[in-house]
Every structure is written in structure tokens, then in C-alpha cells.
């Protein structure tokens, strides 16, 4: 297995603390750590550091995902969302990336990708580079921590420069008797200082780590290639950006006025080939055997905890963060039929992008194929999503009584004069919590380890930041924006075979390709906190944000003593009628002001010196 990298999500110190002492007068107290004692011990150093994963990484299982702001999933709960989702966010408010249960709070897996959150990361990781060149210890020990540090630092700016476009470069840790008003550099300015801070990140890390558990020069060099791939993209481009910066003046702040396009790709393109060509990774059973199931190869690679994809996991326990809100991904996603909470429901729009097995495109209005839309179709798809009458996990004892068969139930039985007479245990109308019911007539399956209870146990799958599948089609965009289309159809077939679905046919080129490209990527990384980027970069809003859809499924019978959703047999009550159907309250809207965040009132209020974004 290769080497991956751990977040250590709670980091004890109790050990130090509580360490023998002969003089216990003498001791540190117990509720903090000097500055002078953690820059003199290279233990607490790696402590600090580690606080660093946590703030950059976040909880990319919590019970809002990036998911639920893209055409990927549906927040049951809303807490703001749909409003987020209507593109009226201003710079008061982010609607659903600050409620929290109404308290204001930000929500787990978006309070790291707020303005102050982000700032704060960049000042620990400042507070470092001031220090650790006076922390004794292995200079091999410490060349690593700076490493690690110099990533984060990266990844901090990274995403900064996506959420805001140019920001101000800080890299002194300020006092608070410290001149506050700086400038916004330029987003060319940004992504030069992000490049150079990871390939200082790449020259520091050792190529794996003795034990398992910290980013590797592999990760630097992945993250390089994402960096690049989205400075290149459509979104930064002065060439085909103007719907983003049409009267504003300052449009340097949020891409290149000028410069190579072709530069850029071919940068985007080399830094993508160096990590294919590091040899060190590969996809996860490449070209599956006739007779493998290719949905059960994406289960085992997305409920492992490392695989020879794997570049960068951020790992979990059944401890980490023990409020409700933290860490639990079956619990929060799962069908309220199972005790779970429903909530990041797959959206339609997402289910019916999933190809034939044959290649061909979904499509409502071939009725073979709206009779049984979960027939024949892409592996992908069941490795990822729970429709109705699939097999899932067995019903908790108090719910199988009810459903001996735990089969998913999102549908309803109604009698012939149009009555429903008996709701699916998945469903909002159903007997177990329905007010956890999803409303898109799906659930989530990707992540999820079948072997423990979500009422219960939590599970300890990794989430997976960066994989070499990403790299291979990161690698395959650039070339598609070179005009290298055989090349590019090379890597993404690879993708193609893996998933079992047949290769592009050679006559695909151009725009076209392009296209099936981003299908691509849709499908393969759904869930993986990449789309909610690519709508952005790719500057397709509008494809993304409308009414969405999610399925309706009944069953019509004339029996007049219909007892439950099944018949005792587990047979249906009738043959399935499956109809699109539009998401209850799910209408949204997309303002061109939405492709970058606005900096909130109180930061332009401390820093005079910000320049706002268009459309705030």
C-alpha cells in the first residue's frame, strides 16, 4: 500500500501533561504550553503542525457536504442552503455556509472555507516558519515538518484564490499592535506564490514516509497539477471570462489580463505528467476480469483505507469528534427507513447522467428504459447510489418486521381510483422518522461500510482529497485544451475501462470530447468535493443551478387489503411506474456574481484596503 497521509484528528497531549516529574512544583500547567516550550520540543512542533491538517482538510464527511452547493445532492434539512442554492448570498451572509442548527455557527465542512477560517490557517502556518529554524531535533525530522507546513500553506492559498480570486499574500504572523490594511494581489501574483510554496513542499517531503501517516512528495506534486489545471481553466481565462468581470475594475484580481493560455495548459499538462511518470501509483483494478463485478471494485476502493490510488487520505475514527455534527457519513446520509438521518440525497440530475453499460446516453423518453431506469447502466452508478428495490444493509430488528426483505422502499402503493394507501419505509411518508425521509427519491451509497450499524458505530473510511484517477484526467483535460485528443482519449479511457464502460470512439474530438471529458469527471468523482470547483472553473453555472429533478416510483394495485409496501412473497404490488419529477423546493437560480464569494463586511470593515468582488 502506498504511503498516505493521516490527519490526526485528535492529537492527546495528555501523555505530556501527566509525564513524570519529580518535582511536581515544578510542572507546566496543565491547561496550556508556553511558546518557549513548544518551539523547544519537536513533539508539540508536530502537534502544532498537525492542527494545521485538521484546519485545512475540515470534515469532508459532515453532515452538509460541498455536494449539497452543486447539481450532486439535495440537503434535506435546507439550514439555508436553498437559499445558497438561489445564488443570494451577499456580503452579510452565506446563508447555508453559516447556519448551524440557527445558532449562526458554521457548519462543519464549510467553516475552514470562510475568509477568517482560511487567514487563520495561513497565521499558523506563518507562526511555523518564524520558529522552526531554532526547534532542535533530526534535521530530517524537522526538513519534513517544513514540508508538511509549506503544503499547507499551499493548500490554504489554493483554495482562498478559488473561493476569492486574488488575495493578500501574508507571510508574517501579525501582532496585534501590527498595520492591518494590506492590498489584494493579483490572482497571478497568488497562484505564483502557491506554485512556489508547493514545490518548496515537494523538495522538503521525503518520497514516503517512514510510518504511514503524512503528506509525501507525491501529494505536492499531485496538488501541483490540480493548482495549475484550475489556474488554466475558463474562470481565469481574460479570453472567456467576461460574463465573471464585465465592469469591474479590477480584473486582474480574479484571473490573468494577459499572458500565454497555451503556456498554462502545457503547464497544467507537465505538472499532471510528472506524477504518472513518478511510477507510484495506479488506479485500482485497472482492467477488471469478466467475471469481477466492477460496482463491487468501486465499493472495495471507496471503504478502504489505502489503495495504490491513493495520494492523499484524510483519516477517521470511530472517536473523531464526538458531537453529532462532525464526523458520521452512514448515519447522516443513510435512508430514514435504517434509523439514518437522509440528508445529502443524490439528486436526479446526477442519476440520469450515468451512461447505458453500452455507452449510449439515459434518457426518460425511451420507454424501455423508463420502465427499468437502473438496468444495464454504469457500474459507477451502483457503487454510488441507493434507488428503489435495491438490496442494502439488513433492516434494523424494529424495522424488519416491516421488511424482511431490506430492499430500499423511496416509492408508494395506491389503489386505482389514484389513493395511496401504503408509503415506503424510505420515504417521507413512511413509519420510520419520516421527517428524515429524503425528497429525491435517492440515498447515498458511496463511502458508505456496510459491516456496522450508523445508529451505532461509526465507521473509519478515509475520505480521499487526491487519487490518481484525478491525476490521469487532470492530465487528459490539458491535453484536450492543447488539442491533443488522441492523447487525451488515451487517459480517459483508462477511467472507461476501469468503470467497465467502452472506450471513446476515436471520432470524438474537439468540443465534443470536451464534453465527454467533463461527463467523465462527473461521473468518477461524484461525492469527492470536485464538483462544486468545476462548475466554477468551467464557468457553467447556469447547467448546474435550476429546478432539479429526482424520481417518483409507484406501484398500483387492486387489492383492498394491502397490508404492506411488499407482498408476503417480497414481489411488488404491480410492475413499477418510474416518472422524473421535479425536487420539492429545489428551484435554483444562478447569479454570475456566484463563480467567486464575496469578502464579508467585517473584513473589508478591518481592512480598508480590500476591493470587493463584482456583484456585492
Same mark, same amino acid.
Given at each position: 500500500?502506498?504511503?498516505?497521509?493521516?490527519?490526526?484528528?485528535?492529537?492527546?497531549?495528555?501523555?505530556?501533561?501527566?509525564?513524570?516529574?519529580?518535582?511536581?512544583?515544578?510542572?507546566?500547567?496543565?491547561?496550556?504550553?508556553?511558546?518557549?516550550?513548544?518551539?523547544?520540543?519537536?513533539?508539540?512542533?508536530?502537534?502544532?503542525?498537525?492542527?494545521?491538517?485538521?484546519?485545512?482538510?475540515?470534515?469532508?464527511?459532515?453532515?452538509?457536504?460541498? !455536494?449539497?452547493?452543486?447539481?450532486?445532492?439535495?440537503?434535506?434539512?435546507?439550514?439555508?442552503?436553498?437559499?445558497?442554492?438561489?445564488?443570494?448570498?451577499? !456580503?452579510?451572509?452565506?446563508?447555508?455556509?453559516?447556519?448551524?442548527?440557527?445558532? #449562526?455557527?458554521?457548519?462543519?465542512?464549510?467553516?475552514?472555507?470562510?475568509?477568517?477560517?482560511?487567514?487563520?490557517? $495561513?497565521?499558523?502556518?506563518?507562526?511555523?516558519?518564524?520558529?522552526?529554524?531554532?526547534?532542535?531535533?533530526?534535521?530530517?525530522?524537522?526538513?519534513?515538518?517544513?514540508?508538511?507546513?509549506?503544503?499547507?500553506?499551499?493548500?490554504?492559498?489554493?483554495?482562498?484564490?478559488?473561493?476569492?480570486?486574488?488575495?493578500?499574500?501574508?507571510?508574517?504572523?501579525?501582532?496585534?499592535?501590527?498595520?492591518?490594511? $494590506?492590498?489584494?494581489?493579483?490572482?497571478?501574483?497568488?497562484?505564483?506564490?502557491?506554485?512556489?510554496?508547493?514545490?518548496?513542499? *515537494?523538495?522538503?517531503? %521525503?518520497?514516503?514516509?517512514?510510518?504511514?501517516?503524512?503528506?509525501?512528495?507525491?501529494?505536492?506534486?499531485?496538488?501541483?497539477?490540480?493548482?495549475? &489545471?484550475?489556474?488554466?481553466?475558463?474562470?481565469?481565462?481574460?479570453?472567456?471570462?467576461?460574463?465573471?468581470?464585465?465592469?469591474?475594475?479590477?480584473?486582474? &484580481?480574479?484571473?490573468?489580463?494577459?499572458?500565454?493560455?497555451?503556456?498554462?495548459?502545457?503547464?497544467?499538462?507537465?505538472?499532471?505528467?510528472?506524477?504518472?511518470?513518478?511510477?507510484?501509483?495506479?488506479?485500482?483494478?485497472?482492467?477488471?476480469?469478466?467475471?469481477?463485478?466492477?460496482?463491487?471494485?468501486?465499493?472495495?476502493?471507496?471503504?478502504?483505507?489505502?489503495?495504490?490510488?491513493?495520494?492523499?487520505?484524510?483519516?477517521?475514527? *470511530?472517536?473523531?469528534?464526538?458531537?453529532?455534527?462532525?464526523?458520521?457519513?452512514?448515519?447522516?446520509?443513510? %435512508?430514514?427507513?435504517?434509523?439514518?438521518?437522509?440528508?445529502?440525497?443524490?439528486?436526479?440530475?446526477?442519476?440520469?447522467?450515468?451512461?447505458?453499460?453500452?455507452?449510449?446516453?439515459?434518457?426518460?423518453?425511451?420507454?424501455?428504459?423508463?420502465?427499468?431506469?437502473? *438496468?444495464?447502466?454504469?457500474?459507477?452508478?451502483?457503487?454510488?447510489?441507493?434507488?428503489?428495490?435495491?438490496?442494502?444493509?439488513?433492516?434494523?430488528?424494529?424495522?424488519?418486521?416491516?421488511? !424482511?426483505?431490506?430492499?430500499?422502499?423511496?416509492?408508494?402503493?395506491?389503489?386505482?381510483?389514484?389513493?395511496?394507501?401504503?408509503?415506503?419505509?424510505?420515504?417521507?411518508?413512511? %413509519?420510520? /422518522?419520516?421527517?428524515? #425521509?429524503?425528497?429525491?427519491?435517492?440515498?447515498?451509497?458511496?463511502?458508505?461500510?456496510?459491516?456496522?450499524?450508523?445508529?451505532?458505530?461509526?465507521?473509519?473510511?478515509?475520505?480521499? +482529497?487526491?487519487?490518481?484517477?484525478? $491525476?490521469?484526467?487532470?492530465?487528459?483535460?490539458?491535453?484536450?485544451?492543447?488539442?491533443?485528443?488522441?492523447?487525451?482519449?488515451?487517459?480517459?479511457?483508462?477511467?472507461?475501462?476501469?468503470?467497465?464502460?467502452?472506450?471513446?470512439?476515436?471520432?470524438?474530438?474537439?468540443?465534443?470530447?470536451?464534453?465527454?471529458?467533463?461527463?467523465?469527471?462527473?461521473? /468518477?468523482?461524484?461525492?469527492?468535493?470536485?464538483?462544486?470547483?468545476?462548475?466554477?472553473?468551467?464557468?457553467?453555472?447556469?447547467?448546474?443551478? +435550476?429546478?432539479?429533478?429526482?424520481? /417518483?416510483?409507484?406501484?398500483?394495485?387492486?387489492?383492498? !387489503?394491502?397490508?404492506?409496501?411488499?407482498?408476503?412473497?417480497?414481489?411488488?404490488?404491480?410492475?413499477?411506474?418510474?416518472?422524473?419529477?421535479?425536487?420539492?423546493?429545489?428551484?435554483?437560480?444562478?447569479?454570475?456574481?456566484?463563480?467567486?464569494?464575496?469578502?464579508?463586511?467585517?473584513?473589508?470593515?478591518?481592512?480598508?484596503? &480590500?476591493?470587493?468582488?463584482?456583484?456585492?
Amino acid at each position: 500500500m502506498k504511503k498516505t497521509f493521516k490527519i490526526l484528528i485528535y492529537t492527546s497531549l495528555f501523555a505530556l501533561l501527566f509525564s513524570c516529574n519529580k518535582d511536581f512544583l515544578d510542572k507546566q500547567p496543565l491547561s496550556d504550553y508556553s511558546e518557549n516550550a513548544v518551539w523547544n520540543d519537536p513533539a508539540l512542533v508536530e502537534t502544532f503542525v498537525n492542527t494545521m491538517y485538521r484546519n485545512a482538510l475540515g470534515f469532508p464527511f459532515a453532515i452538509e457536504r460541498l !455536494s449539497d452547493y452543486s447539481d450532486e445532492s439535495f440537503f434535506t434539512p435546507d439550514w439555508d442552503v436553498l437559499n445558497f442554492n438561489k445564488s443570494l448570498m451577499t !456580503s452579510d451572509g452565506l446563508y447555508g455556509w453559516t447556519v448551524d442548527w440557527g445558532n #449562526g455557527d458554521p457548519t462543519p465542512h464549510t467553516m475552514h472555507y470562510r475568509w477568517s477560517a482560511l487567514y487563520a490557517n $495561513v497565521r499558523r502556518t506563518n507562526i511555523f516558519f518564524s520558529k522552526i529554524n531554532s526547534v532542535p531535533g533530526d534535521p530530517l525530522v524537522i526538513k519534513g515538518l517544513k514540508g508538511e507546513a509549506y503544503f499547507m500553506r499551499a493548500w490554504t492559498y489554493f483554495y482562498l484564490t478559488n473561493l476569492y480570486g486574488g488575495v493578500p499574500i501574508i507571510t508574517k504572523a501579525y501582532g496585534l499592535t501590527d498595520e492591518f490594511n $494590506v492590498a489584494r494581489n493579483t490572482y497571478d501574483e497568488c497562484i505564483k506564490y502557491v506554485v512556489g510554496q508547493i514545490d518548496s513542499a *515537494a523538495m522538503n517531503l %521525503p518520497d514516503t514516509y517512514p510510518v504511514d501517516g503524512r503528506v509525501s512528495k507525491g501529494a505536492a506534486l499531485a496538488f501541483k497539477a490540480r493548482i495549475l &489545471l484550475y489556474a488554466a481553466s475558463d474562470l481565469h481565462n481574460s479570453a472567456k471570462n467576461s460574463t465573471v468581470i464585465a465592469g469591474f475594475s479590477k480584473p486582474e &484580481l480574479l484571473g490573468y489580463v494577459g499572458g500565454d493560455a497555451t503556456a498554462r495548459w502545457t503547464a497544467a499538462k507537465n505538472a499532471a505528467k510528472a506524477v504518472i511518470d513518478l511510477g507510484k501509483y495506479s488506479l485500482y483494478k485497472p482492467t477488471p476480469a469478466a467475471t469481477d463485478s466492477v460496482a463491487q471494485n468501486f465499493v472495495e476502493l471507496f471503504t478502504s483505507k489505502g489503495s495504490s490510488e491513493d495520494i492523499l487520505l484524510q483519516f477517521f475514527t *470511530a472517536k473523531t469528534d464526538e458531537s453529532w455534527s462532525g464526523y458520521n457519513p452512514a448515519l447522516y446520509c443513510g %435512508p430514514n427507513g435504517y434509523h439514518n438521518w437522509g440528508n445529502n440525497t443524490p439528486l436526479g440530475d446526477l442519476v440520469d447522467d450515468y451512461e447505458m453499460k453500452d455507452g449510449s446516453t439515459f434518457s426518460w423518453s425511451n420507454p424501455t428504459q423508463k420502465a427499468n431506469p437502473y *438496468a444495464n447502466r454504469d457500474a459507477r452508478l451502483y457503487a454510488t447510489i441507493l434507488y428503489e428495490g435495491v438490496q442494502w444493509r439488513k433492516r434494523p430488528s424494529d424495522v424488519l418486521t416491516m421488511d !424482511s426483505y431490506s430492499k430500499i422502499q423511496v416509492g408508494h402503493v395506491y389503489d386505482q381510483a389514484g389513493n395511496m394507501i401504503k408509503a415506503g419505509l424510505d420515504t417521507r411518508e413512511g %413509519p420510520i /422518522e419520516n421527517w428524515n #425521509g429524503g425528497k429525491t427519491g435517492y440515498y447515498l451509497r458511496k463511502w458508505v461500510d456496510t459491516s456496522v450499524d450508523p445508529q451505532y458505530v461509526k465507521q473509519d473510511v478515509p475520505f480521499k +482529497h487526491m487519487r490518481y484517477g484525478e $491525476v490521469l484526467l487532470n492530465y487528459a483535460e490539458a491535453c484536450i485544451e492543447l488539442g491533443q485528443d488522441a492523447e487525451a482519449r488515451t487517459y480517459i479511457n483508462m477511467i472507461r475501462t476501469r468503470a467497465g464502460q467502452p472506450p471513446l470512439a476515436s471520432s470524438l474530438t474537439g468540443d465534443a470530447l470536451r464534453q465527454a471529458y467533463r461527463h467523465e469527471r462527473r461521473i /468518477e468523482f461524484a461525492f469527492e468535493d470536485q464538483r462544486f470547483w468545476d462548475v466554477r472553473r468551467w464557468l457553467v453555472g447556469p447547467l448546474a443551478n +435550476h429546478q432539479t429533478i429526482g424520481v /417518483e416510483v409507484k406501484y398500483v394495485t387492486s387489492n383492498t !387489503s394491502v397490508a404492506s409496501y411488499r407482498q408476503p412473497d417480497g414481489t411488488t404490488w404491480g410492475t413499477p411506474i418510474f416518472n422524473k419529477m421535479n425536487t420539492p423546493g429545489d428551484e435554483r437560480a444562478w447569479n454570475n456574481k456566484c463563480y467567486f464569494f464575496p469578502i464579508m463586511r467585517d473584513e473589508m470593515n478591518k481592512n480598508t484596503m &480590500l476591493v470587493q468582488n463584482p456583484g456585492y
